[in-house]
T-cell receptor
Framework: KNEVEQSPQNLTAQEGEFITINCSYS?????LHWLQQHPGGGIVSLFM???GKKKHGRLIATINIQEKHSSLHITASHPRDSAVYIC?????????????FGTGTLLAVQP | KAGVTQTPRYLIKTRGQQVTLSCSPI?????VSWYQQTPGQGLQFLFE???????NKGNFPGRFSGRQFSNSRSEMNVSTLELGDSALYLC??????????FGPGTRLTVT
């Protein structure tokens, strides 16, 4: 079983819809990252969370440390949000920036 | 501030050759991590350097090596290239243990 699981693997939405992507992890973490990767593109860090909730524009990320679960929400989705969204965790063990990645969620927002 | 830069952006090599990839972190960032992204395995951690010392290493064969210079620039080397080494190689920098900023990646094709 992977240490970081994401769901769904694929998601198709209509423009304007509210989108939720989920991430569950099985290790103790010091932080969780949400990353975005457009097709053929590099990776952009959207959020780094260790507790609670963060908001940036139409994107909201939440984390529940006790339940080892995080969600990424996109409000009023737009075709430019189409990308792969990747959840990654930084282990609590040791002084390291090593990230353990989920397999990603491929989001397609149709106009 | 300039972002993380990686050179070269694209590279084609032949099996058995070796390759060196370069990463220049954001000014002031002392931690550089390297990751490999393939369609089959997704994103995997290669190694991390902090203040010229390897702080952590992923589960890759000894053909993969790296180093970091006093100006925090980092290089990774892959010797005796195999077809399976074809991948997008990403580096990410951070100040110490904070948010990681990813470079655009080097796409390596081994023929």
């Amino acid at each position: 079983k992977n240490e970081v699981e994401q769901s769904p693997q694929n998601l198709t939405a209509q423009e304007g819809e509210f989108i939720t992507i989920n991430c569950s992890y099985s290790v103790g973490i010091s932080a969780l990252h949400w990353l975005q990767q457009h097709p053929g593109g590099g990776i952009v860090s959207l959020f780094m969370l260790s507790s609670g909730k963060k908001k940036h524009g139409r994107l909201i990320a939440t984390i529940n440390i006790q339940e080892k679960h995080s969600s990424l929400h996109i409000t009023a989705s737009h075709p430019r949000d189409s990308a792969v969204y990747i959840c990654a965790v930084k282990s609590k063990r040791g002084a390291t920036n090593k990230l353990i990645f989920g397999t990603g969620t491929l989001l397609a927002v149709q106009p | 501030k300039a972002g993380v830069t990686q050179t070269p952006r694209y590279l084609i090599k032949t099996r058995g050759q070796q390759v060196t990839l370069s990463c220049s972190p954001i000014s002031g960032h002392r931690s550089v991590s390297w990751y490999q992204q393939t369609p089959g395995q997704g994103l995997q951690f290669l190694f991390e350097y902090f203040s010229e010392t390897q702080r952590n290493k992923g589960n890759f064969p000894g053909r993969f090596s790296g180093r970091q210079f006093s100006n925090s620039r980092s290089e990774m080397n892959v010797s005796t290239l195999e077809l399976g080494d074809s991948a997008l190689y990403l580096c990410a920098s951070s100040i110490t243990s904070g948010e990681q900023y990813f470079g655009p990646g080097t796409r390596l094709t081994v023929t």
